[in-house]
């Protein structure tokens, strides 16, 4: 069992960042594969960013690339979601989640956190 507890959404103007982080609990951590996903209002939860289980690979939706790192920390158990020049379409929640391949597919992962909301104001 891994449970995951993200922090670090809020307001910020666009153009402006936010890193947001995702701590799990287990000793297995570093064997999980880390997604990062995101739900705005109306709209189905999508795919932002992946990282294999070493941080040597990475993956993002075409929307983030260049704006957005994903990283992570085995030995804090963590996860970080950088988000850098944010536009109002990035507002959503974002949530991070655990599973055994790093796929661009909600059923890639098995476990999910409660998400942090993420507010980009105009």
């Known amino acids: 069992q891994v449970q995951l507890v993200e922090s670090g959404g809020g307001l910020v103007q666009a153009g402006g960042s936010l890193r947001l982080s995702c701590a799990a609990s287990g000793r297995t951590f570093s064997s999980y594969a880390m997604g990062w996903f995101r739900q705005a209002p109306g709209k189905e939860r999508e795919f932002v960013a992946a990282?294999?289980?070493?941080?040597?690979?990475?993956y993002y939706a075409d929307s983030v690339k260049g704006r957005f790192t994903i990283s992570r920390d085995n030995a804090k158990n963590t996860v970080y979601l950088q988000m850098n020049s944010l536009k109002p379409e990035d507002t959503a929640v974002y949530y991070c989640?655990?599973?055994?391949?790093?796929?661009?597919?909600?059923?890639?992962?098995?476990?999910w956190g409660q998400g942090t909301q993420v507010t980009v104001s105009s």
């Open positions: 989640a655990a599973g055994r391949s790093h796929g661009d597919y909600e059923g890639a992962y098995e476990y």
């Open positions: 990282i294999s289980w070493s941080g040597g690979s990475t």
